[in-house]
C-alpha cells in the first residue's frame, strides 16, 4: 500500500459526459501528479500540482482539468468523454518538486460507452 | 521519437534464471531514472531511484544500474512472484527550471515459470 488512495476504483459512463476523479496523497506529500495508462500508449503524464498551484502540464487534453485543494486532494475532471478517453487513470504523490521519487495510488478505471 | 526505450518488449524464465532487463534514453539533463514494478490492473509500485552514472542500488533479487544512456534491471535466480510488468521512467531538466513528470518506456513483461 503506497498511501495514496483514489476514487472511484470503476467509473462507466457515457459518450459527452463529465466525470470527477478523486486522489488524496501520502501524509506529507505536497506535489500531485495525474496519469493516464492505456494499452497503446502507456503511462503518460498528464498534470502536475504543488502545494495547490499548477507547476507542470504533459500530454492534458483541453477537456481535462484537475485542480489541488487546501487539504492537499486533488481533482482530476473529465468532460465531454469520448470513447478514445476509456484508460486508467493514476495519481501519484512525492514529497517536493525535485527529482523524489513518485508513489502511485491504485487508479481509476474509466470506460467510455 | 522516443525518449525511453525498454527491451525486450517481454521475457519469459524458468525460475532461478537470472536476467536483465534494459531502459535507453535519448534526451540529456536526466534529473532521475526510476524502476517501477506494475501487476496488472494495479498502480505501479516503487522500486529504485539512480541519479548518476556509475550509480547501484539493490533489492532482494534485483539490482538497478545506470550508465550515461542506459540502466538496467538485473534480476537474480527470479521466483513466480517476481512476474509483473517492470516500468523504467525518467524525469529530465526543462527549460522552464522546474520539475515535470515522468516520461515512462512501455515496460517488459516478465513471466517467470516455475
Known amino acids: 500500500d503506497s498511501g495514496v488512495t483514489q476514487t472511484p476504483k470503476h467509473l462507466i459512463t457515457a459518450t459527452g459526459q463529465r466525470v470527477t476523479l478523486r486522489c488524496s496523497p501520502r501524509?506529507?506529500?505536497?506535489?500531485v501528479y495525474w496519469y493516464q495508462q492505456s494499452l497503446d500508449q502507456g503511462l503518460q503524464f498528464l498534470i502536475h500540482y504543488y502545494n495547490g498551484e499548477e507547476r507542470a502540464k504533459g500530454n492534458i487534453l483541453e477537456r481535462f482539468s484537475a485542480q489541488q485543494f487546501p487539504d492537499l486532494h486533488s481533482e482530476l475532471n473529465l468532460s465531454s468523454l469520448e470513447l478514445g478517453d476509456s484508460a486508467l487513470y493514476f495519481c501519484?504523490?512525492?514529497?517536493?518538486?525535485?527529482?523524489?521519487?513518485?508513489?502511485f495510488g491504485p487508479g481509476t478505471r474509466l470506460t467510455v460507452t | 521519437e522516443d525518449q525511453v526505450t525498454q527491451s525486450p518488449e517481454a521475457l519469459r524464465l524458468q525460475e532461478g534464471e537470472s536476467s536483465s532487463l534494459n531502459c535507453s534514453y535519448t534526451v540529456s539533463g536526466l534529473r532521475g531514472l526510476f524502476w517501477y514494478r506494475q501487476d496488472p490492473g494495479k498502480g505501479p509500485e516503487f522500486l529504485f531511484t539512480l541519479y548518476s552514472a556509475g550509480e547501484e542500488k539493490e533489492k532482494e533479487r534485483l539490482k538497478a544500474t545506470l550508465t550515461k544512456k542506459e540502466s538496467f534491471l538485473h534480476i537474480t535466480a527470479p521466483k513466480p512472484e517476481d512476474s509483473a510488468t517492470y516500468l523504467c521512467?525518467?524525469?529530465?531538466?526543462?527549460?522552464?527550471?522546474?520539475?515535470?513528470?515522468?516520461?515512462f518506456g512501455k515496460g517488459t513483461h516478465l513471466i517467470i515459470q516455475p
Open positions: 501519484a504523490s512525492s514529497v517536493g518538486t525535485a527529482a523524489y521519487e513518485q508513489y
Open positions: 521512467a525518467v524525469r529530465f531538466a526543462y527549460s522552464g527550471g522546474g520539475a515535470d513528470g515522468l516520461t
Open positions: 501524509s506529507g506529500d505536497l506535489s
